[in-house]
């Protein structure tokens, strides 16, 4: 177990909350101005629209376990074990909802791209696109809840005790729903190329479509930068430090 100052401590865990509270905030706020323009202005209030609300609905119990964690002494070295069985209920819960949020999220996507493509490769790259993610996701899922059993009082106990799924298989979980996120953002990163490239816009007009759409593109980059530390998901040893950076990167 690394050693780390009170002060390094401290701005851990600040960070993590700040960059939670943010995200948070804009969040709601495009949903909101997303859903006043679709129900209200254009009146065409949609499919893709309901479940990026529901993502934000989930994404927002999500960040308000990292902050709960957060103020128990998330990011920190946890030495009491009723505080330690505390907390990983709470990380259990945050996990599983961040999973839920990514899922939904795919789906809202898929389904907006699905409305607009114009060649039926491209319609069927969606659909297979977000039944993949939903499989992977599914199996992440169930897998963060029951890794250790169903009672989750007795998770950090059957933990310490060696009697939960290997390492191994961890990983594996971890890196597969990572994977299969990255691919899903890299695909709908790229397909606004295809869908402009055979419109009838002007070249100014596909331009600024173009850069509305490939925002999808920092979903990719935020997707990529996990990767380095979606092992820190399974550090048994220190979970709560090692596991901080994919927390603020999952935001």
Not at 17 to 27: G, R, S, Y
Request: glycine share 4%.
């Amino acid at each position: 177990m690394a050693i780390h100052d009170a002060d390094s401590l401290t701005r851990r865990g600040e960070h993590q909350a700040n960059v939670a509270i943010a995200f948070l905030i804009v969040t709601w706020v495009f949903v909101a101005l997303r859903v006043w323009t679709r129900a209200y202005v254009i009146a065409n209030f949609g499919w893709d629209d309901g479940t990026i609300v529901m993502a934000a609905i989930v994404f927002s119990i999500y960040c308000a376990t990292m902050l709960y964690i957060e103020s128990n002494g998330g990011g920190t070295h946890i030495t009491s074990v009723s505080q330690l069985v505390m907390l990983t209920k709470w990380a259990i819960v945050g996990e599983a909802t961040y999973i839920i949020t990514i899922m939904v999220m795919k789906i809202s996507l898929g389904i907006f791209f699905a409305r607009i493509v114009v060649k039926t490769w491209q319609l069927w790259t969606i659909y297979f696109t977000v039944a993949v993610n939903i499989l992977s996701s599914a199996a992440s899922f169930f897998y963060c809840l029951f890794r250790c059993g169903t009672n989750l009082d007795a998770y950090v106990f059957y933990q310490l005790a060696d009697k939960c799924t290997p390492r191994a298989l961890d990983r594996f979980f971890a890196y597969q729903q990572a994977s299969f996120t990255t691919l899903t953002d890299c695909i709908f990163a790229t397909l606004p190329i295809f869908i402009l490239w055979n419109s009838s816009m002007d070249t100014t007009s596909k331009i600024s479509v173009g850069l509305i759409l490939s925002l999808a593109a920092l979903g990719s980059i935020c997707s990529m930068i996990r990767f380095q530390y979606v092992d820190g998901l399974t550090q048994i040893d220190d979970f709560f430090w090692n596991a901080t950076n994919i927390a603020i990167w999952c935001k």
